[in-house]
């Protein structure tokens, strides 16, 4: 069975020593007392929550998955997941980061992305469960009326009740404006809703007393396409004026998805017959609305891939110093054994590097949204909350789809580290490809946000996000430009700004004259824009550890090797990657559609 240890030196390296979390946060009044003590104790026991509760239940979990009882409509997850839900419940996690009058502790957003990163690689199904929570909370926080706050916040809070979002339909994915769930108004103010949903993570199971359903439907005079879009709030139970539970609503599971990974967490199809919901926000303009939540989980996927990324390297690295395979072939490098450990392989090591190397530069990136996050929504500063706000937005479609790309291609290395292991169920190796498969393509594929970064979020403001970005960049690069030892790092990081640069002015060229070449180049687009970020954030930790090397942490060695690894092995595929984006349009359309 794998094992997993909670990554905190690694945390406490990039919050405390690389980005200075602290102080960034102190500058925010609700966060003006927060400290490191603090952060790391909170961290330290959600590692252990992580690692004791949720980790032993994910390969039983993911063997046993889920069962519907088609009578009753009711889900039960796998054994033990109920139990470790109200243990996460009895120790106040999931307040951890809920404002404090709705029972919240209050604590920056950025505590909580790191814990769900530990609860993620002990247990991406059965933190699926509670994760969509905290969307449905911060979108009925953003939107919500008074009335649907003080009924729904307290509880998804505590942890009591827990939220799903109900986008996708049969006929229709990403492209909602072509959703027919209808919503009929109703003389007492609520609304009846007819349709069904698919995909929908933990939309039903016994392990709370009600769950909070966030769903997209159109009003009868309700325009076409996305424009019409209305958003309710549809619990399972309704909800009596003191807050007792009522009857059950309209609204159940028809079926369970047969998945390829996550076995453990109910994806439903979920049926909608004369529900009774409430309007969340204003009529229409349901797709805003429920933004808030699909930021978040655009956030919450690319955190599930680094979680995976971690543990999958925590186990294969593991395995390939116990594993005894060949010799080296410059000499036996351990005479007394019967052959040596696989890790002298060099290109076992380059697997295992490339792990680590996209599980630290991910967390980096995480770490520093996250914080970022925190002061678009708690500074006291408007300019402030703007700047921070444009900045999330920018790096939000590359956290989805570059970190769980990355986590695709680690985890199968980490898989092929183990050889034939690798393909057996109980080394758990497997069920982290095909956990982590799914973390590519829901909450938008990544083509999906490859076109939003491109096109909406670099071109469509003429590269105004991009270019703040980027003055950072060009700033450290400056500042550092004389440090003899910190050249390794900063003249490539130099070097593919310049080249993002004039890339992205073609593409947008081209674009002027055909909107078709930014989808032709988009995919490519992001991986070097996501190369740029991470080159950042490995350039940054480098420049720590070449400070505190002396110190004779073998900490600080082991990040200089890995930043080293990154820039010489990883980096360059940004050559290809720029040469496939400029190729543009013709090679793609050029073949007449019958003949594929």
Same mark, same amino acid.
């Given at each position: ?26 500058q ?10 603090? $952060? ?27 069962? &519907? ?9 796998? *054994? ?15 307040a ?29 199904? +059965? ?7 905290? =969307?449905?909370?911060e ?21 009591? +009740? ?40 933990? =939309? ?14 159109r ?9 019409? $879009? ?14 007792s539970?009522?009857?059950?609503n ?43 939540m ?16 971690e ?29 040596d450990?696989? $890790? ?5 090591? *380059? ?18 949204v ?10 006291d ?18 956290i ?7 986590? +695709? ?14 393909f ?32 909406r979020? $670099? ?6 996000? &991009?270019?703040?970005?980027?003055? *950072?960049?060009?700033?450290?690069v400056?500042?550092?430009?004389t ?5 390794e ?8 700004g ?9 593409i947008?060229? *081209? ?19 996501g ?8 350039a ?24 080293r690894?990154y ?25 007449d559609?019958?003949?594929?």
């Amino acid at each position: 069975m794998p094992q997993y240890n909670p990554p905190l030196r690694d945390m406490q390296f990039v919050m405390h020593e690389v980005l200075n979390i602290v102080d960034e946060l102190k500058q925010c009044p609700k966060h003006a007392d927060i400290d490191a003590d603090t $952060i790391n104790a909170v961290l330290e026991e959600g590692g252990k929550f992580a690692a004791e509760v949720l980790a032993p239940l994910n390969l039983s979990g993911d063997a046993e998955g889920c069962a &519907l009882d088609k009578t009753t409509h009711e889900v039960t997850p796998p *054994k033990g997941f109920k139990e470790a839900y109200a243990k996460y419940v009895e120790g106040g996690w999931p307040a951890l980061g809920c404002d404090p009058e709705y029972g919240g502790q209050g604590l920056p957003l950025v505590v909580n992305q790191s814990f769900y990163e530990m609860m993620n690689s002990a247990n991406q199904a +059965w933190t699926m469960y509670p994760g969509l929570s905290h =969307g449905a909370y911060e979108c009925l926080h953003a939107h919500g009326t008074p009335e649907q706050q003080a009924t729904y916040l307290p509880k998804l809070t505590s942890g009591e +009740w827990t939220g799903t979002m109900c986008l996708t339909e049969p006929h229709c994915g990403t492209d909602l404006g072509m959703l027919r769930t209808k919503a009929v108004p109703q003389a007492d103010g609520t609304y009846k809703i007819t349709g069904a949903k698919i995909f929908i993570s933990a =939309g039903e199971h016994n392990m709370v007393e009600n769950i909070i359903h966030l769903v997209l439907a159109r009003l009868p005079d309700a325009p076409e396409g996305s424009k019409g $879009i209305s958003l309710f709030v549809v619990p399972k139970f309704l909800v009596n004026a003191d807050g007792s539970l009522g009857p059950r609503n309209g609204i159940f599971c028809a079926g369970l998805e047969h998945k390829m990974g996550i076995h453990a967490n109910s994806t439903c199809q979920m049926v909608l017959e004369d529900a009774v919901g409430t309007l969340v926000g204003q009529p229409n303009k349901g797709l805003a609305a429920m933004f808030v939540m699909m930021n978040a989980a655009r956030l919450g996927v690319g955190n599930q891939s680094l979680g995976l990324t971690e543990v999958a390297y925590q186990n294969a690295a593991a395995y390939a110093k116990d594993r005894i395979q060949m010799r080296a072939l410059s000499g036996p490098k351990a005479p007394e054994k019967a052959a040596d450990p696989i $890790i002298v392989h060099p290109d076992v090591r *380059k697997m295992l590097l490339t792990a680590r190397a996209y599980a630290e530069g991910g967390r980096a990136l995480s770490t520093y949204v996250a914080v970022t996050l925190d002061k678009a929504l708690a500074s006291d500063d408007e300019d402030e909350r703007k700047a921070a706000d444009d900045e999330v937005a920018l790096l939000t479609p590359i956290i989805k789809a570059f970190i769980t790309d990355n986590g +695709w291609i680690a985890t199968s290395h980490c898989m092929q580290v183990f050889g034939g292991h690798g393909f057996i169920h109980e080394w758990g190796m497997e069920q982290f490809v095909r956990d982590a498969r799914i973390n590519m393509i829901y909450e938008g594929t990544n083509t999906i946000q490859s076109l939003d970064l491109l096109g909406r979020k $670099i071109l469509g403001d003429n590269g105004a996000k &991009l270019k703040k970005f980027g003055k *950072k960049i060009a700033a450290f690069v400056e500042e550092e430009g004389t440090n003899e030892a910190m050249q390794e790092f900063i003249n490539p990081l130099a070097d593919l700004g310049d080249k993002v640069t004039k890339l992205t002015t073609e593409i947008g060229m *081209k674009a002027f004259q055909n909107p078709d070449e930014v989808g032709a180049a988009a995919v490519d687009y992001l991986r070097v824009v996501g190369h740029l970020t991470f080159a950042y954030f490995w350039a940054r930790m480098a420049k720590v550890a070449l400070e505190k090397q002396a110190s004779g942490d073998k900490f600080y060695t082991a990040k200089l090797s890995t930043a080293r690894f990154y820039f010489a092995k990883l980096l360059p595929e940004t050559a290809t990657l720029i040469r496939t984006a400029r190729a543009g349009l013709q090679p793609l359309m050029e073949m007449d559609e019958a003949l594929f």
